[in-house]
């Protein structure tokens, strides 16, 4: 058997060699922040305010990270983090699902209307004080629910999953389903829930990602402590780290402790980092493949 090899001509090898270098130049810029947190939050003080820390790990410590995770406002902030998303994420699948199946179905009377009028909300919204006289007037302020239900379902979600159920879901299946006397709950439970496993692992990662890192509606309306997610928490421990290094004090030994503290304060800022993003590191690999089909899907038909 013979292959044949295509000549490559001057242009194209110059053309090739420029993507491998954009290629290389794109993947270091991306990492060597990374590398650099990692790297901060598990090395001496000292060093890392000094500069003399610029890539690996120096003078390997971990005191940064016990003096995070010794704090137990942070795990009651995990533990409220992950009931936030959990709930937020259920909420959503519960209410995008349906919806998104409901209108991809042609025989929908007013579908058009439905989605043209849904898709008015991507663009137009009440604003921050309406929500919030909203939200109190349903008596929800300081309490979960208001982290969950005005973020129920969002309509990017709706039309990428409605693309899904149009382009990945066959009529014909369907069709043979009522012909054998199948209703539409039957339909919907049996045969179009399991043939959509992509688009569920779609909505939850990109909903769940939303919830773990936001914290603007719960500085909004949350007022109990107790009830902060982590990046709340995150946020009260990083400035009042900025605080305690730009404090001054007139006794040597306090100034001295002070002093510790402040540089101890750089590498928890990159310790909270690691933290608070870890658990969507390790999920994402996993649901990488259906996050990557999900874009396609929702970019082949809107």
């Given at each position: 058997m013979h292959t044949t090899?295509?000549?490559?001509?001057?242009?194209?090898?110059?053309?090739?060699?420029?993507?491998?270098?954009?290629?290389?130049?794109?993947?270091?810029?991306?990492?060597?922040?990374?590398?650099?947190?990692?790297?901060?939050?598990?090395?001496?003080?000292?060093?890392?305010?000094?500069?003399?820390?610029?890539?690996?790990?120096?003078?390997?410590?971990?005191?940064?990270?016990?003096?995070?995770?010794?704090?137990?406002?942070?795990?009651?902030?995990?533990?409220?983090?992950?009931?936030?998303?959990?709930?937020?994420?259920?909420?959503?699948?519960?209410?995008?699902?349906?919806?998104?199946?409901?209108?991809?179905?042609?025989?929908?009377?007013?579908?058009?209307?439905?989605?043209?009028?849904?898709?008015?909300?991507?663009?137009?919204?009440?604003?921050?004080?309406?929500?919030?006289?909203?939200?109190?007037?349903?008596?929800?302020?300081?309490?979960?629910?208001?982290?969950?239900?005005?973020?129920?379902?969002?309509?990017?979600?709706?039309?990428?999953?409605?693309?899904?159920?149009e382009t990945n879901i066959?009529?014909?299946?369907?069709?043979?389903?009522?012909?054998?006397?199948?209703?539409?709950?039957?339909?919907?439970?049996?045969?179009?829930?399991?043939?959509?496993?992509?688009?569920?692992?779609?909505?939850?990662?990109?909903?769940?990602?939303?919830?773990?890192?936001?914290?603007?509606?719960?500085?909004?309306?949350?007022?109990?402590?107790?009830?902060?997610?982590?990046?709340?928490?995150?946020?009260?421990?990083?400035?009042?780290?900025?605080?305690?290094?730009?404090?001054?004090?007139?006794?040597?030994?306090?100034?001295?402790?002070?002093?510790?503290?402040?540089?101890?304060?750089?590498?928890?800022?990159?310790?909270?980092?690691?933290?608070?993003?870890?658990?969507?590191?390790?999920?994402?690999?996993?649901?990488?493949?259906?996050?990557?089909?999900?874009?396609?899907?929702?970019?082949?038909?809107?």
């Open positions: 090899h295509i000549k490559m001509s001057r242009g194209d090898k110059v053309f090739v060699t420029f993507n491998y270098l954009f290629v290389i130049i794109a993947t270091l810029l991306v990492l060597y922040p990374l590398i650099y947190i990692i790297s901060g939050s598990v090395s001496d003080p000292k060093l890392v305010n000094s500069g003399a820390m610029w890539l690996l790990p120096k003078g390997f410590t971990w005191a940064g990270y016990a003096k995070i995770l010794a704090n137990q406002d942070i795990w009651m902030g995990y533990k409220n983090t992950i009931i936030y998303t959990a709930a937020t994420v259920l909420v959503n699948l519960i209410v995008t699902i349906p919806c998104a199946y409901t209108l991809s179905r042609p025989e929908l009377f007013g579908r058009n209307f439905f989605i043209k009028f849904m898709m008015v909300t991507m663009f137009f919204s009440g604003g921050m004080i309406p929500s919030y006289l909203l939200v109190k007037n349903l008596g929800m302020l300081n309490t979960m629910w208001a982290l969950i239900l005005p973020v129920a379902t969002s309509v990017y979600n709706i039309i990428v999953t409605r693309s899904f159920f066959p009529r014909e299946l369907e069709e043979s389903a009522i012909m054998d006397g199948a209703n539409d709950f039957t339909i919907f439970f049996k045969i179009v829930l399991p043939l959509s496993a992509p688009i569920i692992a779609v909505v939850a990662l990109f909903v769940g990602v939303g919830r773990w890192n936001g914290f603007m509606d719960a500085l909004i309306y949350l007022s109990d402590r107790s009830k902060y997610p982590l990046q709340m928490i995150l946020r009260e421990l990083l400035i009042l780290q900025d605080l305690s290094s730009n404090s001054t004090a007139s006794n040597t030994s306090v100034q001295m402790a002070a002093y510790k503290q402040a540089q101890l304060a750089g590498i928890i800022k990159y310790g909270v980092m690691i933290v608070s993003t870890l658990p969507i590191v390790v999920v994402y690999p996993f649901l990488q493949r259906y996050f990557v089909k999900g874009m396609l899907v929702g970019s082949l038909k809107g």
